[in-house]
């Protein structure tokens, strides 16, 4: 795509399910699920940005900035994606584009921005979702930075939490990815989950 896009990876979640704490920094195959992810976005994005709340020193390793929401309380992913969106605009002006991914996702696919950018500007449409298996995935997505003014007044302003009652209000393209030989938004919510993701990297490695 002409644009630059910066790639803004969702770990702040609460991570119940899994006793708390960061997914992405669980291991699988003896690596933090988050290397796992970086890895792989690198070369798709032109800078990385984590969004995470708490103390940042917990990712000193990766040496990337860390974005908090920029709304109070535990308002759901879209606060990470307008975290992402605020830190742009504010820190990267030359980007056009954030790509937003989960922090707990370590088989993303290594053509997701192609694809995603590729299929919106074919629809003409404003944002582009990942879905797989017939499943939509909102929080893996394509947004224009232009849309955060928008996107902050549906957050703060009209307190909306779920991803795709804003994403309604734009128009929309859902880009299908292949679930084989391993779904790439398989993610590691819970013990069992990190179990098959073990399983699953064994069996396909690098395809995987």
Known sequence: ????????????????????????????????????????????????????????????????????????????????????????????????????????????PRDLVARMAAARAQAGADLACAMSAGQAYPVVGLWPVRLYDDLRHAVVDEDIRKVDRWTARHQLVQVDFAATPVDPFFNANAPEDLAEAERLLASFGDAA
């Open 1 to 108: 795509m002409s644009g630059k896009v910066l790639g803004v990876v969702l770990a702040g979640g609460l991570a119940r399910r899994m006793g708390g704490g960061d997914k992405g920094l669980q291991l699988l195959g003896g690596k933090p699920i988050l290397s796992r992810i970086i890895e792989r976005l690198v070369p798709q994005v032109d800078g990385i940005v984590l969004n995470a709340n708490g103390d940042p020193a917990r990712f000193a390793a990766w040496g990337l900035p860390v974005a908090g929401d920029a709304v109070d309380g535990f308002v759901g992913p879209l606060a990470g994606v307008l975290a992402g969106l605020a830190w742009a605009k504010a820190n990267r002006p030359e980007m056009t584009d954030i790509v937003t991914v989960p922090g707990d996702g370590p088989f993303l």
